[in-house]
């Protein structure tokens, strides 16, 4: 089953429940895919709905962030739930252990020169099974030890 038909099962079984939350964010997911689908001419591949639904969460993210720094905790934790639900959809992340190998072998590959190679090596191995900030972080570390 695609992450597409998951997604419009989820949001019939929601409508029956009454489970309001849930309800709005499947709405919204739903209506993101139908827009890339719409973009992209044809239908979705699993790979372009997942990276659909990584940009619906890390826009939750960003939200969060904002959020906290204007003081608006009550705003911050609705936009937590709903990160929560998309993240449901989405494959477990790479711990920092596994992506820290990555980087290495990438530096070693490539040389530890330049920062955009190594980021998108790493990002082209990782895929969206990584989060590209935390990828980011790594990336600097690994360089900032390989120039000393």
Do not use: C, W
């Not at 139908?34 to 890390?58: C, F, H, P, R, Y």
């Not at 070693?108 to 190594?118: I, L, R, Y």
């Amino acid at each position: 089953m695609s992450i597409v038909e998951q997604i419009d099962n989820d949001l019939k079984q929601a409508l029956k429940e009454q489970r309001h939350d849930e309800l709005s964010v499947l709405r919204m997911l739903k209506t993101a895919l139908k827009n890339a689908e719409i973009a992209t001419k044809g239908d979705l591949s699993n790979d372009a709905a997942m990276k659909v639904l990584n940009t619906q969460a890390k826009q939750r993210r960003d939200a969060i962030s904002q959020f906290e720094k204007g003081g608006r905790s009550d705003l911050a934790e609705k936009e937590k739930k709903e990160l929560e639900i998309i993240e449901s959809y989405l494959p477990e992340k790479m711990g920092e252990d596994e992506i820290r190998k990555i980087v290495q072998a990438k530096i070693s590959e490539v040389g530890a020169s330049n920062f955009g190679q190594v980021m998108g090596a790493v990002m082209k191995e990782a895929g969206t099974s990584a989060d590209g900030q935390v990828v980011r972080k790594i990336v600097q570390e690994e360089l900032d030890k390989a120039k000393l």
